[in-house]
């Protein structure tokens, strides 16, 4: 019922930048809990890496504070996730994901992102 797309990513050098978007479609906009960005990079499990609950309200794992900012446009039914300063060790796929009522969480098919000279 809910698809998610992610897109923006890419290769970059260390200390650069990218947005990556996540267009969401099929599900009701007044069910979202929160939208999130999570990453994988290999050989270790998913981490939340950004959110933003149905009210605004923003929260940053450590490793990116002050780096990336999560933010969304409704009119486009889009979540952005703009990564500055970015370093070898963001290098990981990020998927969005939307955890709507009753438990149910909707995941996109992640974008590869590498931070490499």
């Known amino acids: 019922q809910v698809q998610l797309v992610e897109s923006g990513g890419g290769l970059v050098q260390p200390g650069g930048s990218l947005r990556l978007s996540c267009v969401a479609s099929?599900?009701?906009?007044?069910?979202?809990?929160?939208q999130e960005w999570y990453r994988q990079a290999p050989g270790k499990q998913r981490e939340l890496v950004a959110s933003?609950?149905?009210?605004?309200?923003?929260d940053y794992a450590d490793f990116v504070k002050g780096r990336f900012t999560i933010s969304r446009d409704n009119a486009k039914n889009t979540v952005y996730l703009q990564m500055n300063s970015l370093k070898p060790e963001d290098t990981a796929v990020y998927y969005c994901s939307q955890y709507r009522l009753y438990n149910f969480r909707a995941w996109g098919q992640g974008t590869q992102v590498t931070v490499s000279s």
């Open positions: 099929g599900g009701s906009i007044s069910s979202i809990v929160a």
């Open positions: 933003i609950t149905s009210g605004g309200r923003t």
